[in-house]
Each structure stands twice: as C-alpha cells, then as structure tokens.
C-alpha cells in the first residue's frame, strides 16, 4: 500500500515563503516522477511542478523564478520551496508521484490527501 503524506502547508502574507514536503511510503519496483498539483475553489487541479527520476523539472509559467521543486530519491520525498507568494497561489496543495509497483507494469498515479496554502494579508 503506497501512501504519500504531504507537510509544511499554511497561512502567510503577500511575499512570504512555505516549504512543502511529502514522503513516500510503501512498496514499488520504481518511483519516476513527482510533483505538485493545486486546485484553487472553483477550478481544476492544475500542475506546479514536477521532476522526474532523473532530476528535470518543470514549472508551470505562473510560478517560474519563485517556486522550486527537489527530491531526495534515497528518502522517497519532494519538496517544494515557495517564495515571493501571492494571492493567487492560495489552494490546496496535492503530492504527485507516478510509481511502478512492479518491473512488468505501467506506473500508476498517487496521490497525497492535500495541504492548504493561504496567502492573505
């Protein structure tokens, strides 16, 4: 049973900072990518960023020059440092991981239960 526990999710003003984190557990054959996804009231679960096994990222444009994703893949975790918040950053933050549960099979999706981020004055 794959789990991913996410962590760091809060309140701050305008151009604060939060990290996030989320850990893996459980069993696979691999983890490939990771990322972050958030979904504000009313809208979709859009993509923040990600990174693959092999450490390259991507940003969604709103976000380049002031988030940045990490992993550590010896502790199965990702991280994503937020800097230079604004407003519109405010959603629920979810942990992404593709996982290969087994060499023969197709990854498969997880997720994390979420973190709220709010950025208000």
């Known amino acids: 049973q794959v789990q991913l526990v996410e962590s760091g999710g809060g309140m701050v003003q305008p151009g604060g900072s939060l990290r996030l984190s989320c850990a893996a557990s459980?069993?696979?054959?691999?983890?490939?990518?990771m990322g972050w996804y958030r979904q504000a009231p009313g809208k979709e679960r859009e993509l923040v960023a990600s990174?693959?096994?092999?450490?390259?990222?991507n940003y969604q444009d709103s976000v380049k020059g002031r988030f940045t994703i990490d992993r550590d893949g010896a502790k199965n975790t990702v991280s994503l440092r937020m800097n230079s918040l604004k407003p519109e950053d405010t959603a629920v933050y979810y942990c992404?991981?593709?996982?290969?549960?087994?060499?023969?099979?197709?990854?498969?999706?997880?997720w994390g239960q979420g973190t709220q981020v709010t950025v208000s004055s």
């Open positions: 459980g069993s696979w054959f691999r983890i490939n990518a």
């Open positions: 990174i693959t096994s092999g450490g390259i990222t």
């Open positions: 992404n991981a593709a996982i290969q549960a087994r060499f023969w099979q197709d990854d498969r999706d997880y």
